[in-house]
């Protein structure tokens, strides 16, 4: 029986998630959906100092509370930037990185440097009190603006000791336009430390290929600690 901790991206709560953790927990795993500060049902802590490092420590705080072990983290599109800080951060708690077309960080990348223009001019888009970037038009209605620190601030990784964890990318292959995680996924593709996998589907994979992703994540748990990586 695996933990799965489910990390949102950008304007997105735990509620993005609400399908995919059923079916983890139809087969028996546990799944735990988070809203990171500021967001959605956390929308009312919403300030300018809610930052990257925030959303790194809900993460962690949560690992700690709830002595998680062993957990397989799940980071979909802004989310890999957090499950990458709290695997430096803790480690020993973390059996695997799954990264839904997410980023993928090293130390000192932000949002801001690893996305292109188009993606920056969204980020200039912020609410009155200048904290937040507005939803996009087209994100389900449930979405809400999105802390602006936390796309600016740098990811700081100290690089702890502990056992390395699997790592996999799920990459989307349905984009309307150009994919801004192309080049993630062909550099990890030719990195023999990387798991990758690539599904016909939008940037939202919970929404548009649920079962292939299910699939993805159950061999993830299952697979022995320091196996192969694979090949999709």
């Known amino acids: 029986m695996a933990t799965y901790v489910l990390v949102p991206g950008m304007c997105h709560g735990g509620w993005c998630f609400d399908d ?35 959303h790194v420590q809900d993460v962690t705080a949560e690992l700690e509370a709830a002595d998680l072990r062993d957990a397989v983290l799940v980071g979909h599109s802004y989310g890999g930037m957090v499950i990458t800080g709290v695997a430096d951060r803790l480690p020993a708690r973390v059996a695997a990185l799954v990264y839904v077309d997410a980023m993928v960080p090293q130390d000192g990348d932000s949002c801001w440097s690893l996305v292109s223009e188009q993606e920056r001019q969204w980020y200039t888009d912020v609410v009155e009190t200048g904290c937040a970037v507005r939803p996009l038009p087209f994100f389900d209605p449930r979405a809400t603006p999105h802390p602006l620190a936390s796309l600016m601030q740098p990811l700081r990784l100290t690089r702890a000791s502990g056992p390395a964890p699997r790592q996999v990318y799920v990459y989307a292959t349905g984009w309307a336009g150009d994919s801004p995680f192309t080049p993630v996924h062909q550099r990890l593709r030719a990195d023999p430390a990387w798991e990758t996998h690539a599904l016909d589907g939008g940037h939202n994979l919970m929404r548009d290929a649920p079962e292939d992703l299910l699939e993805i994540l159950l061999a993830t748990a299952e697979r022995p600690h320091g196996s192969p990586a694979g090949r999709r």
């Open 20 to 54: 995919l953790a059923g079916r983890l927990r139809d087969h028996g795993h546990h799944a735990r959906p988070l809203t990171l500060t500021g967001l959605a049902e956390r929308a009312h802590l919403l300030h300018g100092t809610v930052n990257l490092d925030t």
